[in-house]
Nanobody
Framework: QVQLVESGGGSVQPGGSLKLSCVASGYTSTDYCMAWFRQAPGKEREGIASISSNLGATSYRNSVRDRFTISLDKDKKTLHLQMNSLKPEDSGMYYC???????????????????WGQGTQVIVSP
């Protein structure tokens, strides 16, 4: 079965950087959407960045644009999120998600994603 495993989270100072990774296994689809979602305690899960394997397109939430970069290594089936200039409001649990046959127009809608990782925590504080 498909499994997504995130890693790379941790605690950093404001202005610091982290690189998150998501390794997929049991996943053979060639046309799919993948994304990073973030959830803070007591708040809804929100899309941070997404990438389309067939369109070659990326999309970012406005609050992270120019600071975060999403990338996909198809050969290693690994999704990455490079996070720079981190702010306290970036804190939360980060989840990797995959959507075979997902609609690009709905890339930031959690309900289109079939598979989810368990999450990796990011804490940005003084």
């Amino acid at each position: 079965q498909v499994q997504l495993v995130e890693s790379g989270g941790g605690s950093v100072q404001p202005g610091g950087s982290l690189k998150l990774s998501c390794v997929a296994s049991g996943y053979t689809s060639t046309d799919y959407c993948m994304a990073w979602f973030r959830q803070a305690p007591g708040k809804e899960r929100e899309g941070i960045a997404s990438i389309s394997s067939n369109l070659g397109a990326t999309s970012y939430r406005n609050s992270v644009r120019d600071r975060f970069t999403i990338s996909l290594d198809k050969d290693k089936k690994t999704l990455h999120l490079q996070m720079n200039s981190l702010k306290p409001e970036d804190s939360g649990m980060y989840y990797c998600a995959a959507a075979p046959d997902g609609s690009w127009s709905q890339r930031f809608s959690p309900r289109i994603y079939n598979y989810w990782g368990q999450g990796t925590q990011v804490i940005v504080s003084p």
